[in-house]
């Protein structure tokens, strides 16, 4: 269970714990994720953030600063990547290695985003770069990350 100290009297939007995470995430987590122990907190500019264990899968949540649930993310096998987008990677990134995928479950409401999102990073001679591909649409290029 989690403690925590009450920083403001405003109905929960801006109470934090100890850690300084919205008592509002942690009740969305505890609703959410109820079963799972050991989760450790961290909060930066943009987000608040859960990692735990889930099913033996390290998992991590994805809270906004007021608490509200934004998706979770975990690692994955490459396998998983549609055999076209492989293709694709295997011609415009050639020598190129897959250092990991991570699968991102967007929790959002609007049904015309993919819920689904993978990210794949790319490794060759100091070089990376992330792509990103979702079920029924194409690989894109993410982000150079050097």
């Known amino acids: 269970m989690f403690s925590f100290t009450a920083l403001a009297d405003d109905g929960g939007k801006k109470n934090k714990t100890e850690a300084g995470i919205t008592t509002t995430a942690l009740n969305h987590f505890a609703t959410d994720f109820n079963t799972v122990t050991d989760v450790k907190w961290s909060i930066s500019a943009n987000c608040q953030k859960a990692v735990f264990l889930q099913d033996g899968v390290t998992t991590t949540a994805f809270y906004d600063l007021s608490g509200q649930f934004i998706g979770t993310t975990n690692k994955v096998d490459y396998a998983i990547i549609p055999f076209d987008d492989k293709e694709t990677i295997a011609k415009k990134y ?53």
């Open 94 to 146: 050639a020598g190129y290695e897959v250092a990991e995928v991570i699968r991102f479950n967007y929790a959002g409401g609007d049904s015309s985003l993919n819920t689904i999102v993978y990210f794949i990073d790319l490794k060759k001679d100091g070089s990376e770069v992330i792509l990103k591909t979702s079920p029924g649409e194409a690989l894109s290029f993410y982000k150079k990350v050097k």
